[in-house]
């Protein structure tokens, strides 16, 4: 037992437990012993029995509100439990009292930097960065397919407007945020024959062409003059021409076809090729095509996609302008 019934730091570091008990027997004698609160609170610290150290330490200030320890020993207390306003709201209080004791500053400056983190770590995940909605087009010699590069879009997540020569879609994403796509496209479409799909990872906009003709971009101001027409008929090849239409057509009824042979079974294979392709093979494909006057075809868009594709007819063809 402590001398003349006082409970200094020193005994209740020595054993906490044997403290905590001798507290408990003298403040069941005397209840309104502020220092005795404060003492108990302290071994209940130095046991980890923070929540019951809090308790004690606030019964401490409503006895004494002018005893400083009662609030550093709150403030420890809540520091623990991760209660760092608190902590910081008593250390304060405390430091008021006692202004001499710098162990108080000490206290606050470790509260305050800590909640600084919390802040911005707060901050950071209200505000996370949002990656940016692409868009890319390809064609074909009767469309141009537009592609939303957006994710996980809802079935009815798309609001489009086709119109002769504009493009008009709202894109609800995954986030619950709109995306606007408004384009100014280089020549006029027949908007009763473009339609869009919503697929898992991206939105496809085919915008129906008036004319076979090759747009050199997707807006703008186009003159048809000055723009290559697609004619398949009018591109030499060492097989039958191909007509890439039929690319976006249903593969079903030729597939009931068995034991394809020739000229039929190359372009079947090609036209599974550009089906099953990515957006990247299938511009290689186009444009492969289109500038070699059909007489190279190209899955590689890291090739063809940095050069003009000059024209390789079979050593026993003579290639000829029409």
Not at 139 to 153: D, G, L
Request: with cysteine.
């Amino acid at each position: 037992m402590a001398t003349e019934s006082r409970f200094p730091d020193s005994f209740i570091d020595e054993d906490p437990q044997k403290a905590l008990e001798a507290l408990d027997e003298a403040l069941q004698g005397d209840s309104d012993n502020a220092e005795w609160f404060c003492q108990r609170a302290y071994a209940h610290i130095l046991l980890k029995n923070y929540s019951c150290a809090v308790d004690d330490a606030k019964k401490a200030q409503q006895l004494t509100p002018s005893l400083p320890l009662a609030f550093m020993r709150t403030g420890i207390a809540e520091y623990h439990l991760n209660h760092y306003k608190s902590a910081h709201a008593a250390f304060t209080q405390g430091h008021q009292l006692d202004a001499s004791d710098t162990s108080f500053e000490i206290w606050i400056k470790r509260c305050e930097e800590i909640m600084g983190e919390q802040t911005q770590i707060g901050s950071d995940n209200r505000t996370p960065a949002v990656p940016p909605v692409k868009h890319d087009w390809y064609q074909t010699e009767s469309q141009v397919i537009v592609t939303v590069m957006a994710k996980n879009v809802p079935k009815d997540g798309v609001s489009v407007n086709f119109m002769e020569k504009e493009l008009s879609a709202t894109i609800q994403l995954a986030s619950g945020e709109n995306y606007n796509l408004d384009l100014q496209l280089l020549f006029p479409i027949i908007p009763q024959q473009s339609n869009f799909k919503i697929l898992t990872t991206k939105v496809e906009f085919k915008l129906k062409k008036t004319d076979a003709m090759r747009w050199e971009k997707l807006e703008g101001e186009g003159q048809e003059s000055n723009i290559k027409h697609f004619d398949p008929n009018q591109y030499p090849s060492s097989h039958s021409a191909c007509n890439w239409d039929k690319v976006m057509v249903d593969l079903g009824e030729e597939e009931k076809t068995d034991k394809l042979e020739g000229d039929a079974a190359l372009n079947k294979l090609f036209q599974q090729i550009y089906c099953d392709g990515t957006d990247e093979v299938k511009r290689a494909m186009n444009k492969s095509f289109m500038e070699s006057g059909g007489t190279v075809l190209s899955t590689n868009w890291v090739d063809v996609g940095k050069r003009k594709v000059e024209m390789n007819p079979p050593e026993d063809v003579e290639f000829k302008k029409y």
